[in-house]
């Protein structure tokens, strides 16, 4: 018996010991780079880590952070002074102090400052004569296209066009990556950008000149949640002071060159080291049979969840009253939130947060209209003759509906199961957006290297993955549907 309990003791141990470092992202191309390189000392520390790539905004990966969902990420200490303490012009150990009573560590400076900064297109600020942002106050023609999270930081748009006394007439949210296509193809002429992002230096832009001095310093550090195996943060703090303003940029042309985040920290550690260093990475079929498996855990478990729900609630709506009207409408409200606002809705609520449950719960509620729908449609029309001749058979109400009419709706049932299934594909690569994985994540990533054929990885699988459960159920309803009750 003693011999079993040191053995357990032992295998508890391993697992313990075995726990996987997640280290987490922004949705912008440093960011990722930096997690690569977290992810490479922290691996080289003997210890398993994962990074969940391009998480989202500051609000997404830092409620990650404190709700215990990553361990750690590269931040900002203007941005942690600014937007996440709310104390403007707090010390590097001001902020230390301060997050430490929530349970976070911070580390020392990485080297480099990327601060924000506004960028035109330097033929459109030559020929217009703009150098520094105040010079933007005589021209309130000029198309502006910051970022969604610039557009309201408490450090971002608003409060530099306030603090600068400027008004332009047309504003409009853009996606950094899409942005800097946009200012290139002269449809817009000024978004915000971090100072080390390789775009400036690839579509010829030129920093305005911040002549107020409006933006705070923005050193790059890492966070990390204080109960991170001491190993992994004395990993972290190998990378403080390495990585100069020249240098990071440098990092960031060679993620936008290769498209490959993890030859920007190979480049890294290469240079660091003096010597030629691989960072280890999946082949592109691993990768998106990867995110491919992801993507199925998630409309797998979600659309389950759809059919044991969704079904019971379309017989209830399939008797005409009140709680059939509540029902249907209940859902038909549901399915009218857009899928990234129902993601955010669901995020502060407790137990779900930064996690896989988020996305599964939002998944099965946009599944349930279509399977509701149909089963109430499917048992609400089955003709009145059918249902006197089975009363007449003296089949009880329970026996009626297993018997007669959930066999004669199935083909209706199965239609809405289907719809369902095909929508929960395509709305599943929203859950990248919180760490949640699956065929979002090349998407996203594409998205912020501006790479096509990244967002290809990630859209061309979805599209085929719904195409081959739509052909599955035809299958299914072949197979389980006799041949007279059949649709087609």
Not at 210 to 219: E, I, K, S, W
Not at 280 to 308: D, F, M, N, R
Not at 323 to 335: D, K, N
Not at 434 to 461: F, H
Request: with cysteine; aromatic share 6%.
């Amino acid at each position: 018996m003693r011999r079993l309990l040191v053995l357990a003791g032992v295998i508890l141990a391993c697992i313990a010991s075995a726990q996987t470092v997640v280290v987490g992202s922004k949705k912008f191309t440093e960011s990722y780079v930096l997690g690569e390189i977290a992810k490479k000392v922290i691996a080289d520390a003997g210890l398993l880590v994962d990074h969940k790539q391009g998480m989202g905004n500051t609000s997404i990966v830092w409620g990650a952070l404190s709700g215990g969902s990553i361990d750690a990420y590269a931040e900002y200490t203007g941005t942690l002074a600014e937007e996440i303490l709310k104390k403007p012009g707090l010390s590097l150990e001001e902020i230390r102090a301060q997050l430490d009573l929530q349970g976070i560590g911070v580390s020392g400076e990485l080297g480099f400052n990327n601060t924000y900064a506004l960028v035109m297109k330097r033929s459109r600020a030559a020929e217009l004569g703009i150098t520094k942002i105040s010079d933007l106050k005589n021209h309130p023609e000029l198309k502006a296209g910051p970022t969604h999270e610039f557009l309201d930081r408490a450090d971002g748009w608003k409060k530099v066009m306030a603090n600068y006394g400027i008004e332009l007439a047309d504003v409009k949210g853009i996606e950094h990556g899409l942005g800097y296509s946009g200012l290139n193809a002269g449809e817009i002429d000024i978004k915000d950008c971090y100072s080390t992002d390789a775009e400036i230096a690839k579509y010829d832009l030129t920093v305005l000149q911040d002549d107020r001095h409006f933006f705070p310093t923005y050193m790059a550090v890492w966070v990390y949640r204080k109960t991170l195996d001491p190993k992994a943060v004395k990993a972290l703090e190998s990378v403080v002071g390495t990585i100069d303003e020249g240098f990071m940029s440098r990092l960031n042309e060679r993620a936008d060159e290769t498209k490959d985040y993890s030859a920007a920290a190979a480049m890294y550690f290469s240079e660091v080291s003096g010597k030629q260093v691989k960072v280890e990475q999946e082949s592109l079929t691993q990768k998106i049979l990867g995110w491919t498996l992801e993507h199925l855990y998630l409309v797998g478990i979600s659309l389950l969840l759809a059919v044991l729900f969704g079904v019971p609630l379309g017989i209830i709506a399939s008797h005409p009253g009140r709680l059939s009207g509540f029902i249907l409408g209940g859902t038909g409200v549901i399915q009218t939130i857009p899928s990234l606002a129902l993601l955010a809705l669901l995020v502060p609520i407790p137990f779900f947060g930064i996690t896989e449950r988020t996305a599964i719960m939002a998944l099965f509620l946009y599944s349930l209209l279509p399977i509701v729908r149909n089963t109430a449609i499917g048992i609400s029309t089955i003709p009145q003759p059918l249902r006197e001749s089975a009363e007449a058979l003296g089949l009880e109400p329970g026996a009626c509906l297993r018997k007669v009419y959930l066999p004669l709706a199935m083909p209706t049932i199965l239609a809405g199961i289907k719809t369902s299934a095909v929508i929960c594909v395509g709305t599943a690569t929203l859950a990248a957006l919180i760490g949640a994985g699956g065929l979002g994540e090349p998407i996203i990533s594409g998205l912020s290297l501006n790479d096509n054929a990244t967002v290809l990885q990630g859209a061309i699988p979805a599209a085929v993955l719904a195409i081959v459960v739509q052909l599955l159920f035809d299958v299914l309803e072949r197979a389980v549907v006799p041949r007279g009750l059949r649709k087609h």
